[in-house]
């Protein structure tokens, strides 16, 4: 399996933004043996990767791969709609 370029962005260090980077690192362990490369970006200190994306909330994760963008907003709680995502 190829990698896939994974980005979330957060906004400070909150405790939403935590848990949803916990987690995506747990779903890239677990069912992608560490696969996913995976970038936090924190909005406050690199605003213009937010605004190139089109990011309007935090946590946001955002799934490039060729010819398609996928996004997730929230806080992960639900994590099988980020595996359905990158299983498509």
């Not at 779903?27 to 992608?32: D, E, G, T």
């Amino acid at each position: 399996m190829e990698n896939l370029k994974v980005t979330m962005f957060v906004c400070g260090n909150r405790g939403i933004h935590q848990k949803a980077q916990k987690v995506l690192y747990a779903i890239s362990r677990q069912n992608f043996n560490n696969m996913l490369q995976i970038e936090i970006v924190d909005v406050l200190k690199e605003p213009w990767k937010a605004e190139e994306h089109k990011v309007v909330a935090t946590p946001t994760v955002v799934v490039n791969t060729p010819g398609n963008r996928k996004m997730v907003i929230g806080d992960l709680s639900d994590p099988t709609m980020l595996l359905d995502l990158l299983e498509t």
